[in-house]
């Protein structure tokens, strides 16, 4: 198993610029995660999904988009980069209805100048 | 408001030594508490879930305790390593979708 596999890992936009994230699981989990961390900061919840066709809003959503067409794949889009959005995003998921840790992708960090 | 807090913030600690890291949340409901290490540059690795039912758990040299009616939280690492330096974070989950992090505990071990 990969796990979680995020790419890319790296990224810079130029303010206005839009991209994907992507994020992608093969342990067959239905709920899913997208969290950003910033310096010294918990981590904040964007968006989440409990399976496909399912998604919605966490903690700090605004700028961002988020499908969930299938099981393994929960893309993150960001449409029109801010500065406010340089940060380390995390893609996780876990399994459903146990007490099973969160499982955690190595991360992309973004930076919007 | 839901919070998770982690003290210190920072701590250097000489090889060899036991050390206790801090987790206290408001609000006692929780459905499991977990600990994370996050290594520089990369994801968040589970040590230990501790389930609502459960006051501890135990992996290796690490040790992890639960008390619900203090909201606290505590893991133990004992005989310390420097390759036990990284961030450590708990997170509490209430049930559901929604797990709230801690901002972490920067911990450096000495050779």
């Known amino acids: 198993n990969a796990g979680v596999t995020q790419t890319p890992k790296f990224r810079i936009l130029k303010i206005g610029q839009s991209m994907t994230l992507q994020c992608t699981q093969d342990?067959?989990?239905?709920?899913m995660y997208w969290y950003r961390q910033d310096p010294g900061m918990g981590l904040k919840l964007i968006y989440y999904?409990?399976?496909?066709?399912?998604?919605d809003k966490g903690e700090v959503p605004n700028g961002y988009n988020v499908s969930r067409s299938t099981t393994e794949d929960f893309p993150l889009r960001l449409e029109l980069a801010a500065p406010s959005q340089t940060s380390v995003y995390f893609c996780?998921?876990?399994?459903?209805?146990?007490?099973?840790?969160?499982?955690f992708g190595n991360g992309t960090r973004l930076t919007v100048t | 408001k839901q919070e998770v807090t982690q003290i210190p913030a920072a701590l250097s600690v000489p090889e060899g030594e036991n050390l206790v890291l801090n987790c206290s949340f408001t609000?006692?409901?929780?459905?499991?508490l977990q600990w994370f290490r996050q290594d520089p540059g990369k994801g968040l690795t589970s040590l230990l879930l501790?389930?609502?039912?459960?006051r501890e758990q135990t992996s290796g040299r690490l040790n992890a305790s639960l008390d619900k009616s203090s909201g606290r939280s505590t893991l133990y690492i004992a005989a310390s390593q420097p390759g036990d330096s990284a961030t450590y974070l708990c997170?509490?989950?209430?049930?559901?979708?929604?797990?709230?992090f801690g901002a972490g505990t920067r911990l450096f071990v000495k050779a």
């Open positions: 997170a509490r989950n209430t049930g559901g979708f929604k797990t709230i």
């Open positions: 609000d006692s409901a929780i459905y499991n």
């Open positions: 999904s409990v399976g496909a066709g399912i998604t």
């Open positions: 996780a998921s876990i399994e459903t209805g146990t007490n099973s840790p969160l499982h």
């Open positions: 501790i389930q609502s039912s459960q």
């Open positions: 342990m067959n989990h239905n709920y």
